[in-house]
């Protein structure tokens, strides 16, 4: 992903919508990713993962949706809640031998109640 | 169960300290990996270590060193501290040695005067 430094790509929702955060990550190589929430004062808190030969993963009020052709991720975020109001990240592990995880810069995601 | 513990929470240093910061993962998992954030970015991967041996190092100066202790506990050092050193310095624990979940700590935050 891009990184933008302190001006965070921001997304606002209303209450009850849902929600779609875009990751775009960088190495054709990767063939495991994460998406993490990380809310302010914490550490980042696992959401969903995905490896590479699957293409969507569903999970509690969660979907993340892999593109390989286009190095796309996306997580998508059923009847939004005010809880989930966090940065969220994207992370690749290019390198299956270790944890070395890529973070992309983040969104924010605002829900207005 | 306990989750990923680091400490300590926050710490004040001068430029040319050398600090050492601490990290229990979780009971049973073998793999330690050290991160930093800087406000407004994604973590940026430092050390990996697993079964005490260092499985993978980031982009980082000489001056960042860690070790792994047989309780898979781990210790970040950086010595010669630099005001750029400034962030929120994040250890994740995993069950094995690359491509898994990571678990993430609160994080220490470092500020460097």
């Known amino acids: 992903g891009e990184s933008v430094g302190l001006h965070l790509p921001t997304l606002s929702v209303q209450e009850g919508d849902n929600s779609i955060i875009n990751c775009a990550y960088s190495?054709?190589?990767?063939?495991?990713f994460i998406w993490y929430k990380q809310e302010s004062g914490k550490g980042p808190q696992f959401i969903i993962d995905?490896?590479?030969?699957?293409d969507k993963r569903q999970g509690q009020r969660v979907t993340v949706l892999l593109n390989k052709t286009v190095k796309h991720l996306s997580l998508q975020i059923a009847a939004t809640q005010p809880g989930d109001s966090a940065v969220y990240f994207c992370?690749?592990?290019?390198?299956?031998?270790?944890?070395?995880?890529?973070f992309g810069a983040g969104t924010r995601l605002t829900v207005k109640p | 169960d306990a989750g990923v513990t680091q400490s300590p929470t926050h710490l004040i240093k001068t430029r040319g300290q050398q600090v050492t910061l601490r990290c229990s993962p979780i009971?049973?998992?073998?793999?330690v990996s050290w991160y930093q954030q800087v406000l407004g970015q994604g973590p940026q991967f430092i050390f990996q270590?697993?079964?005490?041996?260092?499985?993978g190092r980031g982009n980082f100066p000489d001056r960042f060193s860690a070790r792994q202790f047989p309780n898979y506990s781990s210790e970040l050092n950086v010595n010669a501290l630099l005001l750029g050193d400034s962030a929120l310095y994040l250890c994740?624990?995993?069950?094995?040695?690359?491509?898994?979940?990571?678990?993430f700590g609160a994080g220490t935050r470092l500020s460097v005067l």
């Open positions: 994740a624990s995993s069950h094995s040695g690359g491509g898994n979940i990571q678990y």
């Open positions: 270590y697993y079964e005490k041996e260092e499985r």
């Open positions: 190495n054709s190589a990767s063939d495991y």
């Open positions: 009971s049973g998992h073998k793999s």
């Open positions: 992370a690749e592990n290019p390198t299956y031998n270790n944890n070395d995880m890529r």
């Open positions: 995905i490896r590479s030969n699957m």
